[in-house]
């Protein structure tokens, strides 16, 4: 999503990548400018913002040399002269301070339920506070009159909340406030309300008490008119001040714990996270092979914006406990009762179900994370029917049905960059360890596959044995039973096989079969003709069944025709060599097709180049595009 923000920093974002802005100064004449997208700044108005009176000597001359690095950077766009001043022609929306606004507006215009989700949509937007690290007279009273105008759209908000009904909802939210604002009247009257409300009416009438105390103590004057008349209409129990009718509705807090240690994949999370807190339009989805941390990708976007969700984070693992996926119909009767429905008003059927589900989120800002999706039929039940819902979904599968259906951006997460495996492993055994040892930590990189889950566990499994070097544990993964050893002794789910065995079981047996005969190709990139000698097959049978792997993420397509998997799965691709018969016969198609001299057959098996005997060699991975981590 491309844009420029202004609350929490000063950033460009375009086309899903920042744009290097130069050092504050450079960037307070860019915020400058986008605070009047599209409209021209004389140059001494633009100096007073950008320096105030403590403009340089050549002012004007370094405004021009601080525009031409800008635009340098946007690669000659950006701020352009015009007239006697500057501007920057872009769209006013394009800029998250100027969207703020536009989104307040069109909120008060709007009835209560579309104008709750807009005024979320706004508060979303706050990344921190605005034009953060500049300090210029301009810039604080711009950054004063941001947090007003904030302040009173969240009064505006709880409003219209109230007349929806939201009042167990909105008790947290409002004792925070007057607490951080105990002068504010508004704020002493919507919390007398909730407490009255929802049962409180000694509670309501108490904090009246205490404001008037405040306020008297502080300022020498007594409650205005309006908290008055709400005060009195407490004590004489004014009929008018019973609660609307409206459904109920249950704050669900279900993200699980974070994974500690959390590395790698700065700019990804930067970039998900800002789609989600604005509400996604359409699903995003994480998907890539087992292992690579998609699971813990998505815990982490889940705690990064949930304070642009304050309806409640939803976490649902959709593989349940056994071999088969989850029903959506059971699902989404568990989702009903969490948001607080009765279970004797929830509908039989999928559809009345998923209707009912719909309804229930309309013009509420909710976190839906639907994790280890087998396919998109599970999943399109489950989908909201409102914008302010984001749905944040990991799978083994690319999902690309919901590409189709519901338009969903899919990202594959790759393995490990280097860098990135060295930073997890300095997170397990210690920092010192690995600089103390760093061709031991890139050997143990090497060795498991710059994959996230084989990483964590070789490096808790070190941990777990003091005065075991990298060294010792590099040199037992050059071992026999690579894989056996990947795995957390008595925990059977902290094993890299075992998360192999689950992505493996989904495979149909031709696609099983060709996943097996993969690792007797002896380099790393394979392709469809290659494949297709192994099979004794024509190239559409062998770019279906490769297709059918890329989908389960065992394999990779790296460009065209061309494809790989990391060498873990070469590992166990091996192991399953014993199954597939005629072995040799497929190996000599596969020489004859590459050219390459046929690899002698061990006379036993050997667990390291698999019972197959075919040679499994370690390489690093291509630079990730979208970076990693566990």
Wanted: overall charge neutral.
């Amino acid at each position: 999503m491309s844009g420029f923000r202004l609350f929490g920093g000063i950033e460009a974002d375009i086309g899903g990548g920042l744009v290097q802005l130069g050092p504050l100064r450079q960037r307070t004449v860019l915020a400058a400018l986008l605070m009047d997208a599209g409209r021209t700044v004389p140059i001494d108005e633009l100096a007073d913002r950008v320096w105030g009176d403590r403009q340089p000597q050549r002012a004007r001359e370094t405004l021009y040399s601080y525009v031409s690095r800008l635009r340098r950077a946007f690669r000659g766009a950006g701020p352009e002269r015009r007239g006697g001043g500057y501007a920057v022609a872009v769209g006013e929306l394009a800029v998250d301070v100027r969207l703020f606004r536009d989104l307040l507006r069109r909120a008060r215009a709007a009835d209560d339920e579309t104008a709750v989700v807009l005024f979320r949509e706004a508060f979303a937007l706050w990344q921190g506070e605005p034009f953060a690290g500049v300090d210029t007279p301009w810039f604080n009273a711009a950054r004063e009159g941001l947090v007003l105008e904030r302040e009173v759209a969240e009064s505006d908000c709880v409003e219209r909340r109230l007349r929806l009904g939201e009042h167990a909802a909105l008790l947290p939210l409002l004792s925070e406030r007057s607490a951080a604002r105990p002068l504010d009247e508004r704020i002493a009257g919507q919390y007398m309300l909730v407490l009255h409300r929802t049962g409180r009416q000694a509670d309501a009438l108490a904090h009246y008490l205490r404001v008037r105390a405040t306020l008297a103590e502080e300022l020498g004057i007594d409650p205005g008119h309006e908290l008055r008349g709400l005060h009195a209409a407490m004590l004489t129990g004014e009929p008018l001040l019973a609660a609307p009718v409206g459904s109920d509705w249950t704050v669900q807090r279900q993200l699980p714990m974070g994974v500690p240690g959390f590395v790698g994949r700065t700019g990804l999370v930067r970039r998900l996270a800002s789609e989600l807190a604005v509400g996604a339009d359409a699903p995003v989805v994480l998907w890539g092979s087992p292992g690579v941390g998609k699971s813990a990708l998505a815990v982490q976007l889940g705690h990064r914006v949930r304070e642009a969700f304050p309806d409640g984070q939803w976490y649902v693992r959709l593989s349940g406990n056994s071999a088969r996926p989850r029903d959506p119909g059971e699902v989404l009767a568990a989702l009903l009762r969490a948001s607080g429905q009765r279970p004797g008003d929830i509908p039989e059927l999928l559809d009345d179900r998923a209707a009912a589900f719909r309804s229930r989120l309309a013009g509420r800002r909710v976190l839906l994370v639907l994790d280890e999706a087998a396919d998109a039929e599970q999943v399109r039940p489950l989908l909201p029917g409102t914008q302010g819902v984001a749905v944040l979904v990991t799978s083994r599968s690319d999902l690309r049905g919901l590409v189709a259906s519901h338009a969903a951006r899919t990202t594959f997460l790759e393995v490990f960059a280097p860098a990135e495996a060295r930073q997890l492993l300095a997170d397990a055994v210690g920092a010192r360890q690995v600089e103390d040892e760093p061709a031991a930590a890139d050997r143990v990189a090497e060795l498991c596959a710059y994959l996230p889950l084989a990483l964590r566990i070789a490096g808790v499994n070190l941990a777990a044995r003091p005065g075991r070097s990298l060294g010792d544990c590099a040199r037992e993964l050059a071992g026999d039973g690579r894989l056996a050893k990947l795995s957390v002794p008595g925990d059977p789910h902290a094993a890299v096989r075992t998360a192999f065995d689950r992505s493996h079981a989904t495979l149909a047996p031709d696609a099983a079969r060709l996943f097996a005969l993969l690792a007797l190709h002896p380099g790393p990139d394979f392709t469809v003709e290659a494949t297709a000698a192994l099979l004794d097959a024509p190239v559409g049978v062998a770019s279906r069944l490769l297709d059918a792997l890329v989908t389960a993420a065992l394999v990779q397509r790296t460009a065209g025709n061309q494809f790989r998997f990391h060498d873990l799965l070469r590992l166990y691709a091996a192991e399953h060599c014993d199954a597939v018969p005629d072995l040799d016969a497929a190996r000599r198609r596969l020489c004859g097709a590459t050219g390459v001299s046929q690899p002698s057959m061990p006379r036993r098996p050997s667990t390291a180049a698999g019972t197959c005997g075919c040679a499994v060699r370690v390489r690093r991975p291509h630079a990730s595009t979208a970076g990693i981590s566990s």
